[in-house]
């Protein structure tokens, strides 16, 4: 079975652009969360969606949106890029809302200038 | 105050020795522990859960919770090169509720 898988890569930006980052869940998977990984702060919890609805919501500002499709497949979109949003964003699957055990993406690491 | 706190290490061990990784968490209420493993440049991956006070083992690794003292510990027995990753200690207030990481330990295992 094909793990999570993130779309793109590697993506670099110039402030106050938006970017799209693109996740597909492990099969049969209906749970998508998405975190920021930055070396000072570590692994932050962005949002988690379930039946195409955020089910949860860190603590980020409302420039950090997501959706989910029917297919769970899941996208976040970040507006006005910062610098400070330069970071390694990592997509997490799971069978059902809130399991414990979830599978991480490779990431998209996004480089702003 | 950050939610969960972990050494930056760096820890660096022998091979064959005992790891010990440690974890504390600030809210009371938290109810589930995780311990991930993440390779350079790779995404985490889950290795050990632990929901009660106690030990908890499977294969060379340990688990160890104290609600009361807020702690929890994750010991590496046998250590390999293998091992040298960085470890993420993660707690859940509850179910439905999102995870709280800490910033990781990096642990290297010298040959």
């Known amino acids: 079975k094909a793990g999570v898988t993130q779309t793109p890569r590697y993506l670099i930006k110039t402030r106050g652009q938006q970017v799209t980052l693109s996740c597909s869940p492990i099969s049969g998977h209906r749970s998508v969360s998405w975190y920021q990984q930055t070396p000072g702060q570590g692994l932050q919890f962005l949002f988690e969606?379930?039946?195409?609805?955020?089910?949860n919501k860190g603590n980020f500002p409302g420039r950090f949106s997501g959706r989910q499709f029917s297919n769970s497949r899941s996208e976040m979109n970040v507006s006005t890029l910062e610098l400070g949003d330069s970071a390694l964003y990592l997509c997490?699957?799971?069978?059902?809302?809130?399991?414990?055990?979830?599978?991480f993406g490779p990431g998209t690491r996004l480089t702003v200038l | 105050q950050k939610e969960v706190e972990q050494n930056s290490g760096p820890l660096s061990v022998p091979e064959g020795a005992i790891a010990s990784l440690n974890c504390t968490y600030s809210d009371r209420v938290s109810q589930s522990f995780f311990w991930y493993r993440q390779y350079s440049g790779k995404s985490p991956e889950l290795i050990m859960s632990?929901?009660?006070?106690g030990d908890k083992e499977d294969g060379r690794f340990t688990a160890q919770l104290n609600k009361a003292s807020q702690y929890v510990s994750l010991l590496i027995r046998d250590s390999q090169p293998s091992d040298s990753a960085t470890y993420l200690c993660a707690v859940r207030l509850n179910t439905g509720n999102q995870f709280y990481f800490g910033t990781g330990t990096s642990l290297t295992v010298i040959p």
């Open positions: 997490a699957s799971s069978l059902e809302f809130s399991m414990d055990t979830q599978y």
């Open positions: 969606y379930f039946s195409e609805t955020q089910r």
């Open positions: 632990i929901y009660s006070n």
